[in-house]
């Protein structure tokens, strides 16, 4: 059993990841990569599974694809 999305260290290292992302724009829909919405499930569904799913893996991107667009939600509203 893999773990889950809001444990150490998944969570903080794909927090890292998203700020990383956030940061260099990689939310706006002509960046290369494109980090926003469908695309970036598609870069990781293409990279990860193979011909098969994974009801495990498939979990894990869900809870991610959640946190993704919260802390995108987040980021976007908050005023510095």
Do not use: C
């Not at 893999?2 to 927090?15: L, V, W």
């Not at 002509?30 to 011909?51: E, K, M, Q, T």
């Amino acid at each position: 059993m893999r773990g889950y999305m809001g444990q150490e260290p998944y969570k903080g290292d794909f927090f890292r990841l998203f700020r990383e992302a956030y940061k260099n724009n990689y939310f706006d829909a002509a960046s290369s990569p494109s980090l926003v919405g469908d695309a970036f499930r598609d870069i990781l569904v293409s990279r990860w599974f193979n011909d098969d799913r994974d009801d495990e893996k498939t979990k894990l991107l869900e809870q991610l694809f959640n946190k993704w667009d919260e802390w995108r939600y987040a980021w976007d509203h908050y005023e510095n």
